[in-house]
């Protein structure tokens, strides 16, 4: 064995030992783990429309959007997307990594500040990494070490030659907890900083019609003064694909300069037609958001009433905390052999290990129950097997 898989079979065993392995695992049992929070992807009326589409639309896109894979149907998408949640122009890419990753790499530079909260998503830490920005990470939601580190700049920099850049996520995907965007707004206006942020978890779930968090929190002035806004057609759409919203001028900048975009082969034909269609199904469901709202509720609580230990989420995304990599890992495994597919996170995904439990509007309160129960009878199990000390 050579060099290189000597090096490779170590680093494997490295991650073995420290209960920090991953593979591929197809689902089964009940959905408490995905992001198709509003049910579209088995959604019967979405389905009956691809049935209707699938003949007039070929398989792949064949090229890139700037080559021969633009559609108009990608093009009308944008277009009811932007209008959908007020913005000047929207730009579909293949996903909302590619969203994420192409944009901040297209709008930081190594002379520039990319401000970021600690637990933001991979996709934006890789594209900050890419760009050769300094990165300058504030706690997790403390806009107060954010406004220390802006203050810092600015003695650094006092002519503010170097942009400064924030990037936040305005629902956490892996401890369900949102900024304060008053207060965030209030220190854009006074450090006059670039702000992004990625909706993709709040998307179809909050809000009016399902436009976000941004929506349900902020004046649509607010709104208008954030410079791009990232989404996801991978969550509450059911279906695959990016969106970045921002002023025209900022999509003009974005097809001319984002490599991703650029060289990538466009997403398939399609889905941005099934996303028009899916963008009219999720405005209509405000009755299933205020009934997956409700379960959300009642099931945290009864999380708290019987000792767990969860985030501070106040969303659909319910972070169970446990002590060890190995202990969430048993969860995992009982909860899936009872037909309930929770997945166990690890570092350096997150910080300390949990059960991320995401509800979606398909599950119901029989649903929830069953997963308490079994959660109750997993902890008694496992207290029963660790040998005391």
Not at 189 to 211: I, R
Not at 251 to 266: C, E, K, Q, W
Not at 362 to 375: Q, R, S
Request: hydrophobic fraction near 40%.
């Amino acid at each position: 064995m050579n060099r290189h898989w000597q090096e490779i079979q170590k680093k494997l065993e490295s991650i073995k030992e420290k209960q920090l392995f991953r593979e591929t695992k197809s689902y089964q049992g009940i959905d408490f783990c995905s992001n198709d929070y509003m049910g579209l992807t088995s959604n019967p009326n979405l389905l009956e429309y691809f049935e209707s589409l699938k003949d007039e639309y070929p398989f792949g896109s064949t090229a890139s959007r700037l080559v021969r894979g633009n559609y108009d149907s990608m093009d009308q998408f944008e277009r009811e997307f932007a209008n959908f949640v007020y913005g000047e122009a929207a730009l579909l890419v293949s996903t909302g990594f590619v969203a994420n990753f192409g944009l901040i790499d297209s709008i930081a530079a190594p002379d520039c500040y990319v401000f970021c909260d600690r637990l933001n998503h991979a996709s934006i830490l890789d594209g900050i990494r890419i760009s050769g920005a300094k990165k300058k990470y504030y706690n997790h939601l403390d806009l107060q070490h954010l406004k220390s580190l802006l203050d810092k700049a600015d003695k650094e920099d006092p002519q503010k030659k170097q942009k400064r850049i924030v990037v936040t996520e305005s629902l956490f995907g892996m401890d369900g907890d949102s900024p304060d965007f008053k207060t965030l707004l209030k220190l854009k206006e006074e450090y006059d900083f670039v702000l992004v942020v990625d909706e993709a978890h709040s998307l179809g779930v909050y809000g009016p019609e399902g436009k976000g968090i941004l929506f349900r929190d902020l004046t649509m002035d607010d709104i208008q003064s954030i410079d791009y806004r990232v989404y996801t057609l991978g969550k509450s759409f059911g279906l695959e694909g990016g969106i970045i919203v921002t002023k025209k001028m900022g999509r003009d900048h974005l097809v001319n300069v984002m490599r991703p975009f650029i060289f990538s082969t466009a997403p398939l034909p399609i889905v941005s037609k099934l996303a028009i269609f899916a963008l009219e199904l999720l405005r209509s469901m405000d009755t299933l958001r205020s009934e997956l709202h409700t379960l959300s509720v009642d099931f945290k609580n009864s999380l708290l009433a019987i000792g767990f230990s969860i985030t501070s989420t106040e969303t659909h995304i319910v972070p169970l905390l446990l002590p060890s990599e190995s202990e969430a890992l048993y969860y995992a495994k009982r909860l899936q052999e009872m037909g309930l597919d929770v997945r166990a996170i690890r570092p350096p995904t997150v910080p300390t290990p949990r059960l991320r439990i995401s509800l979606n509007a398909k599950l119901t309160k029989k649903d929830t129950e069953a997963l308490v129960t079994a959660l109750v009878q997993i902890r008694k199990d496992w207290d029963e097997s660790v040998p005391l000390v």
